[in-house]
């Protein structure tokens, strides 16, 4: 069994430039994963790789990628001559961006620590990497219309660096793995599900995840199942493969009138075992999502017997995320994915972010998971999570202030801690009857 990661100092730094992950989320995460310790456990822990236009025009079209990956920070090397002016003006340009953001500025903690190391990456890579986009003439208002450059997708600072190390992040699992050695392959960073072929859409450009499941067809991986856990119907991967007889796609998602991306009802889906849309409401609960698994997920996935399972772990449906529609707990969610990966103990497992909109909350949640997941496969973890006890504290570590208003408290969000809510569950169990009936279970 090999472990693989895509994580750094760099890669959440960078991957924080989104706006919606509040200048803080993806370097929570790392921090908070780095204090247990869990790095150590890894067989490659890849560092902040660059995709290519090359790799993105797989799926998307050349012409939205080369809108995407203009703008006026080109990073070429007559603009940046030392290096101090490089990273200063990163800096710069990114503090500068979120000053003028609605983000609350008591929490800013981007933070560009390692500037040699960002020098050379700029340097070595960028250069390389932009150089084909030279001829892209400059933007006018209909390409931000056409491609949806606009609301939650607008163009920012950096936006270029962002989604070459994103979707390098998710594509550099596979440069560790092979038909032989099973594998889990980790990309926190990545799981941006909604993005289509050429539309941006819902905080998500470019669609690392198709990008991954093209790529383990063509290296020989006959059939890949996708399941989707974020709260947001899976839409950009559902489309993309909805004609493919070796992609299966399943999403789990709440399906309310006027609710994002408005689309996922069961009638969409053709009574297909390939593409699946499992629609639920408001309130879902942790012993729900386990009914849904036991009764409807796992069958499905059976029929279809694929050798690989990408998982996109978006924690936007747990309790204490700012959306308060399910009630899902960090123990629940896990347990969720580790049972579905246990179906795939010989096989590839790639397990990707998604959304998440309260980063304290999130960090402890991929924490948590990351540890599980090195544990399933029997690594004996020194420094693991302590499970019962309601007072246990968060590790030290450089961002634990932030915790501060929840006392430090691990399981906050779960047990009955201060954070935990308590929602109506709306979904009633004759729906899982009525989804077996309407999947042919
Ligand atoms: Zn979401």
Known sequence: MKFIISTSSLQC?????????NGKKAQLIFALIRAYGLLDYFDHVNDATVATIKDMTK????????????????????????????????????????????VED????????????????????????????DDVSK??????????????????PFLSMYLQVIVGGTL??????????????????????????????????????????QSLRRKGWKRVTYIDFDLH??????????????????????????FFPGTGSLEETRNSKQMVNLPVLHGMDDKYLLELISSVITPLIETFNAECIVIQCGSDGLSGDKYNEWQLSIRGLTHAIISIMDMFRDKQVFLLGGGGYNELLVSRFYTYLTSKVLELY??????????????????????IELYKDENYRYWSYDNDGEQKTSLQNDNKKLHIEELKQFYHL
């Open 378 to 399: 029997g690594n004996n973890i020194s420094s693991s999570i302590p499970e019962d006890d309601s007072e246990v504290l968060l590790r030290d570590h450089e961002f």
């Open 106 to 133: 008591d929490n800013q903690v981007l933070w560009f620590d390692n500037e040699y190391e960002l020098f050379r990456y700029f340097k070595e890579e960028f250069n390389n990497a932009n150089s084909e986009i």
């Open 59 to 102: 799926f998307h079209t050349l012409d939205y990628v080369k809108h995407l990956l203009t703008e006026e920070f080109t990073y070429n090397s007559t603009e940046y001559i030392e290096k101090e002016d490089q990273v200063l003006r990163l800096a710069e340009v990114a503090r500068k961006f979120y000053q003028d953001s609605d």
């Open 139 to 156: 933007l006018d208002d209909k390409d931000f219309t056409k491609y949806g450059l606009q609301h939650d997708c607008p163009k920012f």
């Open 172 to 213: 550099s699992l596979l440069q560790h793995i092979d038909h032989q050695t099973p594998s889990i392959a980790i990309n926190w960073d990545g799981g941006r599900h909604h993005a289509l072929k050429h539309y941006a859409s819902g905080f998500c450009y470019v669609n690392d995840i198709v990008l991954l499941i």
């Open 233 to 258: 119907y899976g839409d950009g991967v559902a489309k993309a493969f909805r004609f493919s007889e070796n992609v299966q796609t399943i999403s789990v998602h709440l399906y309310e009138p006027g």
């Open 13 to 21: 730094q960078i991957a924080d430039i989104l706006p919606c992950n």
